[in-house]
């Protein structure tokens, strides 16, 4: 446990925190990150602690990691149900990630309008004099620490529906980064490149077809939700720069890969950020096939990782012919779980 007495939102300790809460983590891994920041890790503990498989098809980057565990609580029927969860942790002070229902959130574009659950904020205080509940989010105003101040009413109750709890589960992982790359090199050189594949055969799929005003949502999530934050916590699980600016000193094959993740996921930032740009155009559907011209420069960068992890030893391993299918699954998962509107619908 570190002296402070919540967890916050630290631009100058998180991993990659430069421009936006979108660069390199999403705001999922922005609350447990900041967890895991209050439990006691220093950056490479935590970006090790995040880190997995690298894998595209397969891996959850809600859930699925090497060092820590989210559990999760729905009651996507009566968020209310889950209120007394929530106060009990924040009272034992344990913080609590929220993805509310923005149908309930006062003020929001969504409000009383659809059922969406694309954001999450880490509940961190709750002050049962005044009901008044403090929660971080990625959204807020920098200069008041990121902070939000949730009165609890009746009605904000309702937005409880979809809550998680972040656990350590291991030590922190302070292996020689060339021991931590080799013991993962084969794997995930094979899960890498069948994700690649089946990653361009979607992309290529939604193109053809078309976005449409869920598609185009689901894909930002997965996106930015998934393909982003994996290549940029891998390739600083590898190795975090010195705190002081110095030179980052890794052997030339290691340091190839570690360049090659971290470009292939600034190609992912810039098509989600530009599909959530879209999303705010007058005619959307207009917008989507220009924005979708951004998957080649993605598909590239991911192409020029596998010869990185290849060029290292990594072995590619058998093909996947199944991939394409779970992955398509995994996007149609988070269409209905995310975003359920008619794609008639005007957003």
Not at 140 to 164: C, I, N, Q, S, Y
Not at 211 to 235: E, S, W
Not at 288 to 295: C, D, K, N, S, T
Request: glycine residues 8%.
């Amino acid at each position: 446990m570190t002296g402070a007495s919540a967890p916050r939102f630290d631009q100058a300790g998180a991993l990659g925190w430069r421009d936006r809460a979108l660069d390199g983590l999403n705001c999922v891994l922005r609350c447990v990150e900041a967890v895991l920041r209050y439990r006691g890790l220093d950056p490479l503990a935590v970006a090790r602690a995040l880190n997995g498989p690298l894998d595209p098809v397969g891996r959850d980057l809600a859930k699925d990691f090497d060092g820590c565990r989210v559990d999760y609580r729905t009651a996507f029927d009566d968020g209310t149900r889950n209120v007394p969860f929530v106060l009990e942790r924040l009272g034992a002070g344990e913080p609590v990630m929220v993805l509310p229902d923005r149908f309930h959130l006062p003020g929001d574009v969504y409000e009383g309008r659809y059922h969406f659950h694309d954001h999450a904020v880490l509940a961190s205080r709750w002050s049962p004099d005044d009901g008044v509940m403090t929660v971080l989010d990625t959204d807020a105003d920098p200069d008041d620490g990121f902070r939000r101040h949730w009165t609890l009413t009746p009605g904000l109750r309702a937005l409880f529906t979809w809550v998680g709890t972040v656990t350590v589960t291991d030590a922190p992982d302070t292996s020689d980064p060339e021991e931590y790359f080799a013991a993962r090199l084969d794997r995930d050189t094979a899960l890498l490149s069948v994700g690649a594949r089946a990653l361009g055969e979607l992309l290529d799929e939604l193109t053809e077809a078309g976005l449409g005003l869920r598609t185009a949502r689901a894909l930002h999530v997965l996106v930015l939700g998934d393909i982003q934050p994996q290549l940029f916590v891998y390739g600083n699980a590898l190795a975090v720069p010195p705190a002081d600016g110095g030179t980052l000193t890794l052997p030339p094959q290691m340091a190839a890969v570690r360049t090659a993740a971290l470009g292939a996921r600034v190609c992912a930032k810039r098509l989600g950020i530009a599909l959530i740009a879209a999303h705010e155009q007058a005619d959307p559907l207009a917008a989507y096939p220009r924005v979708m011209e951004l998957a080649r420069p993605l598909r590239a960068a991911l192409d020029r990782l596998r010869e990185a992890l290849v060029a290292a030893g990594g072995r590619e391993g058998p093909a996947d012919p199944d991939a394409t299918a779970r992955l398509r699954k995994r996007f149609a998962h988070i269409e209905t779980t995310c975003f359920p509107l008619p794609e008639d619908a005007t957003a």
